[in-house]
Nanobody, 129 residues
Framework: QVLLVESGGGSVQTGGSLRLSCTAS????????MAWFRQAPGKEREGVAS????????DYADSVKGRFTISQDTATDTLYLQMNNLKPEDSAMYYC??????????????????????WGKGTQVTISS
């Protein structure tokens, strides 16, 4: 059984930083894609960043490139999202998600259509101006 638990959300001012964590269980020994998504009130859910740990390939939304970094500690199966230079428009509920797939199917564009199989419950990020 796959279980994802996010943490690290909070409230910071514009320009600040946060690091989100996602502790995963039930994925060890398998090939998977992991990603962060976010959803603000009244807006569609959007992919923020994805990573295919076996190949260390990553993908980012244009809106976060150069500011956010996705990484994973394979020893603990923990996914991270380092968020720097935060802006009010980054405010949203952030979700960790995973799916068992091949590396070519880990892009945010592909996952937007295909979806993800397992989701965490989310962690709230609020950026004040």
């Amino acid at each position: 059984q796959v279980l994802l638990v996010e943490s690290g959300g909070g409230s910071v001012q514009t320009g600040g930083s946060l690091r989100l964590s996602c502790t995963a269980s039930g994925i060890t020994g398998r090939s998977y894609c992991m990603a962060w998504f976010r959803q603000a009130p009244g807006k569609e859910r959007e992919g923020v960043a994805s990573v295919y740990p076996d190949f260390l390939t990553t993908d980012y939304a244009d809106s976060v490139k150069g500011r956010f970094t996705i990484s994973q500690d394979t020893a603990t199966d923990t996914l991270y999202l380092q968020m720097n230079n935060l802006k009010p428009e980054d405010s949203a509920m952030y979700y960790c998600a995973t799916t068992f797939t091949f590396p070519q199917y880990c892009s945010l564009a592909y996952r937007k259509t295909a979806g993800m199989d397992y989701w965490g419950k989310g962690t709230q990020v609020t950026i004040s101006s």
